[in-house]
């Protein structure tokens, strides 16, 4: 009997530890599950014949390692930082490994040793990063193989509210970590190269940048471009391209919102704010508001926004800026947090809620003279609150990656990405049995 | 004899050195300079009689320590971040100390050991911070004697190009480090109150927040607030005072300039530009400009700029920026690198520039029934290119306290700062014979 090691049994394992799960009987796996309430794990697996549940502090390595040494997988769910211990971990006990986060360059760094223990130890084989990998690499190796040379790619996804559960004018929702939405796009311009010319956006100006995106059958989103999309190049051996990047999912009209949450200053981390558990969401808002003793609170927003941006304050209002009532009662908070729990009292999931996670890759390339335009976009709606579709799409690769490495159905070593064919194409075919799948279409433009 | 050792012969040294050295003769002074290079330290100390050019490595503490041992007082005119060790040494020998910058929180933790050690450590009695502490705390103490209310104090303080060498469209030339220029209010958002409203502005919004300043003689003047000015009720003993802030002077325009350049992500120190080494300035620009291929640089500017902003559009043209002729050729550097290049090609002093101090305190107090205005305003012009008014503003302070600490004229131990009538009341009078000396004007307005 194999056994499948999960560290971490947060949102994102639902999906991840069903799956291995329901193939445990026929592949014969035992799934050991480890987090920090029995509740939780339970949450999970159910009780399943072939699972254990096991609270324990994984993230102290004399109870880890032992852990480790009797599995043949280790998946680690953990907060990315955790995972370089793991792996090392993995390296010393000769067990395989596979992360659904970034490749951080410790990670990179272990790539020789990994090789010499005879492991593999795969990333970002989540969402954004991982689906969008492989959907995206299939793409460009059928065009190169073709003869096709690839001018333009760029990249959207979003976890977003479906369309049945969308009842807010922010056409939004916390369908993940609040903290992170709230932060996003801080700590680092967005940079990217466009026909040539190299573009910086620095983080005051990314939510007024803006692409239209429409998605068949789902109407029109907007994107901002985020990160460092310059290093694709090199990860996805487009070295010479003219045009990449890569970019965030919202529906119309959030992103002049939160445009305007920058502007004001509300999404800075960076400090805290004096008396902050006293104030109300209206007078955090004044204390960003430039002073003016003749003019209520409303009276100021509407001269911050000059044009008659009703759209704009009216999503304020509804937020509950205004309300003078309660403190929001958080000491020593910065800017953000107090942004946060203002957002997370209107934004939350209700339990009938479904999420939603919207992908789209639009590629340029030459092609015996002409010019073609192809358009790769996946929707995918969650089952429940807590089958949700960032569950499915981060925690369905995870798993089908592992049943891959347990059947010996992959050779590469060491620290590897979802980059090549022996990976991608099983991999996005099996997805496509569970409902996570690409429309593309290749359109003639010149 | 009384030994005097200054380390650093920089150009804020000028006049601390002339001031202390034309007194050597009459008070019986030695005074040793430490520099890195001959040159800079003769062209300070003339080779004067009654000075010591020593060419040492100062941040050495085996170099340091004995020179410190032999002095009856050091000035330490390092950069800031050398102060520490430099107290410590001066702790341990029992020397006492004077430095013109910001007492750190750990300078403020050796004030025990400093007084049981029998010396002082005054600091922060330069300019901006020191003339701007001893001028205001003067009239703090007036209003407060008389039995004055004290509701409001805005101050503002800023070096800048004397109006007679004023001869670009910018209004500015660096008279001090260029780089600290460039990442003004970089570094945490600017934090104030105002008629009991807390008020926080983020960095990319504090050149377009600005106050109009008239400075008796010299016309106008604009001021942004920065850093935090709520630490400065405790030191100014103003603990509920409604409305307290400090800020920096520009002439008119330069702001909405600066503020342009910073919407524009040019002020960024964070990351470096890819192949930084072959941006031209018109490069760099068009890369944080929105694509289009359609339009020039030139017209992508005026896009950006909106309204018909003529003035911003010249300063822009006449700085260079859209020139392709010469790469900036500073290999893996930050947009503020880049930008820094460009500006010190334009706005650096010629060498007959002199430079200019202007420092402007509003209060308002009640008094008896009526509401009372103070100005208080200073203008210094510098002499020349050596001892500029940069140069007199933070020497003559700390040459004047130095002289009192050398005559026993000071009784306070510890970490001080020059808060007391003890220190102000002397340190002010001297300055007027320099000409650096305060317009007072009291108003009755309500």
């Known amino acids: ?22 193939h445990s009987e026929q592949e014969n796996w035992h799934i050991t599950v480890v987090d920090q309430t029995m509740e939780l794990i339970e949450s999970k697996t159910n009780k399943h014949a072939n699972s254990t549940a096991l609270v324990v502090d994984a993230l102290k390595r004399d109870i880890r390692l032992p852990l480790i040494e009797k599995s043949d997988l280790v998946i680690s769910m953990l907060p990315a930082r955790f995972h370089i211990e793991v792996a090392q971990d993995c390296i010393a006990t000769q067990t395989d490994l596979i992360t659904p986060s970034y490749v951080s360059s410790e990670m990179k760094a272990l790539d020789a040793a990994a090789k010499e223990a005879g492991i593999i130890i795969m990333n970002e084989i989540g969402v954004d990063p991982g689906i969008d990998h492989m959907s995206a690499m299939k793409i460009i190796h059928e065009i190169g193989e073709k003869g096709g040379e690839l001018i333009s790619f760029k990249s959207f996804c979003g976890g977003l509210i479906a369309p049945e559960s969308d009842n807010n004018p922010l056409g939004y929702k916390f369908t993940w970590n609040p903290r992170n939405v709230v932060l996003a796009g801080q700590g680092g311009a967005s940079c990217f190269i466009q026909q040539g010319e190299y573009k910086y956006i620095p983080y005051h100006r990314l939510f007024s940048r803006l692409e239209n995106i429409e998605v068949n059958g789902y109407g029109s989103f907007e994107g901002y471009t985020n990160r460092d999309s310059l290093k694709y190049r090199g990860i996805y051996g487009l070295e010479n391209i003219p045009t990449i990047y890569r970019g965030t999912l919202r529906r119309p009209g959030f992103c002049d919102f939160w445009n305007i949450m920058i502007q004001l200053g509300l999404t800075d981390d960076s400090y805290t704010i004096e008396n902050s558990h006293l104030m109300t969401p209206r007078r955090f808002l004044n204390s960003f508001l430039p002073f003016n003793p003749n003019l209520s609170v409303e009276e100021k927003v509407c001269l911050f926004l000059q044009k008659s941006e009703s759209a704009i304050y009216n999503k304020i209002k509804w937020l509950g800026f205004f309300n003078m009532d309660e403190p929001l009662g958080i000491p020593d908070a910065t800017p953000a947090q107090l942004l946060q729990k203002i957002l997370v009292g209107k934004l ?12 789209s890759h639009e590629f340029i390339y030459n092609y015996k003279g002409q010019k073609h335009q192809v358009f790769s976009q996946m929707v995918n709606i969650g089952e429940d609150s807590v089958y949700t579709s960032m569950s499915n799409t981060v925690g369905l690769p995870v798993a089908i990656c592992a049943k891959m490495i347990l059947k010996d159905q992959i050779e590469a070593r060491g620290i590897q990405l979802p980059l090549t064919k022996e990976m991608y194409l099983p991999i996005l075919e099996e997805l496509e049995s569970h409902g996570i799948q690409f429309n593309e279409k290749d359109t003639i433009i010149d």
Do not use: F, N, T
């Open 1 to 22: 009997m194999k056994q499948v090691l999960i560290l971490g049994a947060g949102l994102s394992s639902s999906s991840l530890v069903r799956y291995l799960l329901q």
């Open 348 to 359: 939350s999931l209700d339990p009938e809620d479904k999420d939603m996670l919207v992908m």
